[in-house]
């Protein structure tokens, strides 16, 4: 456990340092990690492979690149066992019906409660200093990120029990954080009205962009 959180708290340090999102940013790498090493490494394991099956491969959104994978030999057979399932139910005039959820879609939820659960941990423990000092520099979770580590924190997710304390100055950043992305969409729209050219002239960079700033906070990835 001690050398996994090493890690978890390394690779946030890391994520913080670049825009948006840090959780997020976490995730798609760990995704891409995940499905390359699923289908170069582990594409005959009977576990994953039964997992594939029955989700009736990855999900629309992690498929996206399969047909540009480099390896064509494991895309097919995977996709040999999906097609066989979806024919023989397009047979009977019936749609096929997954039983499970995307592998990597799983994964990710796995990634993002690790990460979450370790912030909350980590934000008041031993190394919270230093850890707020680059949490807070960064652009902090998205909303829906930030939303899931406040359920977490309630209902508890896999191992962790439920009834956490959030770190006090983790809540106060983010509100904070949207509090202001709010004023400066506010300050965005009003300047956008004619009449108001100058002003919105004066704008900094990022202000005139904050529409764009406040979709990716709304969505996350
Ligand atoms: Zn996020
Ligand atoms: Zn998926």
């Keep these: 456990m001690a050398v996994e959180r090493h890690i978890n708290f390394f690779e946030l340090q890391k994520a913080c340092a670049e825009p948006s999102c840090p959780l997020c940013r976490i995730i798609a790498a760990r995704a891409e990690r995940y499905i ?7 594409v005959s394991d009977r576990g994953f492979r039964a ?42 005039r019936g749609i096929w019906k997954a039983q499970r959820r995307c592998p990597v879609c799983e994964e990710q939820e796995r990634i993002e409660g690790e990460y979450l659960t370790f912030l909350i941990e980590a934000g008041s423990g031993e190394h919270a200093e230093e850890l707020r000092e680059f949490f807070t ?35 106060a950043f983010h509100e904070s954080r949207f509090e202001e992305l709010l004023r400066r969409t506010g300050q965005f729209i009003e300047f956008s009205a004619y009449g108001r050219q100058a002003e919105f002239a004066g704008l900094s960079e990022a202000d005139k962009l904050v529409w764009k700033e406040l979709a990716l906070t709304l969505r996350g990835g």
């Design 137 to 171: 520099a960064s652009d902090g979770l998205c909303i829906p990120h930030y939303e899931k580590l406040l359920e977490y924190a309630r209902h508890g997710h896999g191992i962790f029990p439920r009834g956490r304390t959030i770190p006090r100055w983790l809540i």
């Design 51 to 92: 997992h594939y099956r029955a989700a009736g491969g990855f999900c629309a959104f992690h498929a996206r690149n399969l047909e540009s994978f480099r390896d064509g030999l494991a895309v097919a057979i995977l996709g040999r066992d999906t097609l066989e399932d979806r024919l023989a139910s397009l047979k009977r």
């Design 36 to 42: 390359d090493n699923m289908l170069f490494e582990h």
